[in-house]
């Protein structure tokens, strides 16, 4: 168990929307069987914003992230309390269909792990299992389309069958991991620190890349970077030892952070 404080509201800048959320995660705890990782953490997700989470190394970024599309469900000895609603239904409801449910979100992970396949095929796979596109001229079409909006499709269009996935270099390969999970047509992309292993230059691509696709998903990213968090982010959350300390947008939570340990961590004193 967390050996802390019960929780309390995170300091929480409310920003002004013109659309409810996509989703909202209203006192979510998570339990990896004795051991609580997540402790009442609260927030909203709404259309068209990147929101990123920070925080030291273990206070649950990642365990937060892989709640939202469900993916402990298949994890041994994990107790989740609280509720994450999307359309007015609680994802964890017995009536949600969890493969329907995971469909609505896109998964780029920190390593780049294309399939051991051709570029089309990569990104064809994810259209073709959920039975998207019925015909090879309108998959073409499709392949063709997600590549370009992963900013991807000129350097590969030469070798879409003769080039492997895995033959692309580090950063070509995370926007094919992109590409191929827009490929059926999430609405929200989770990253798991996607620019974490890949060069500076095909950080900046990648980076360039979230902006773009803001327009029409809602990206939540994990990073270590407070650089990154500041260039991509629209909104900030600092999570610290299982709790979401604070929420609020990027530039306000980097000059005038409102919780103390926030701005300890911003300034560098842990981390
Ligand atoms: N499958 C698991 N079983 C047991 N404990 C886990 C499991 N996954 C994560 N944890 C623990 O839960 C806590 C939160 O981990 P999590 O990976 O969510 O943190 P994080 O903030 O994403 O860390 P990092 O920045 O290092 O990736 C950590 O103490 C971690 O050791």
């Known amino acids: 168990m967390l050996d802390r404080i019960p929780s309390q509201a995170p300091f929480t800048t409310p920003v002004l929307r013109n659309a409810p959320p996509l989703l909202t995660v209203r006192d979510l705890s998570l339990y990896y069987g004795e051991k609580q990782a997540l402790n009442e953490i609260g927030f909203e997700l709404y259309p068209n914003e990147i929101l990123a989470f920070i925080g030291p190394s273990g206070c649950g970024k990642s365990t937060a992230l ?110 094919l991991c992109i590409a191929r999970a827009l490929a059926y047509q999430p609405e929200i992309l989770l ?27 809602s990206i939540v990213v994990v990073t270590h970077s407070m650089m990154e968090a500041r260039r991509v982010a629209d909104r900030v959350a600092f999570f610290h030892l299982g709790e979401l300390l604070e929420i609020g947008p990027t530039e306000q939570v980097f000059t005038t952070p409102r919780h103390p340990r926030t701005r300890s961590f911003i300034e560098g004193k842990f981390g």
Request: hydrophobic share 35%; net charge negative.
């Open 66 to 175: 892989k709640c939202l599309n469900r993916m402990h469900d298949g994890t041994r000895d994990v107790r989740i309390t609280g509720s994450i609603h999307m359309d007015d239904i609680d994802i964890y409801d017995q009536r949600v269909d969890p493969p329907i449910h995971r469909r609505r979100f896109g998964w780029v992970a920190q390593k780049p792990n294309p399939f051991p396949a051709s570029v089309y095929e990569n990104v064809a796979y994810g259209a073709r299992i959920h039975g998207l596109i019925r015909t090879g001229a309108d998959m073409d079409a499709h392949v063709e389309v997600c590549l370009r909006r992963a900013h991807l499709w000129d350097e590969v269009k030469d070798g879409l069958h003769s080039r492997e996935g895995t033959a692309l270099s580090g950063g070509q390969q995370q926007r």
């Open 191 to 217: 990253m798991d620190e996607p620019t974490g292993s890949i060069d500076p230059i095909a950080t900046a691509r990648v980076e360039e890349l979230m902006l773009d696709l803001r327009a029409d998903h």
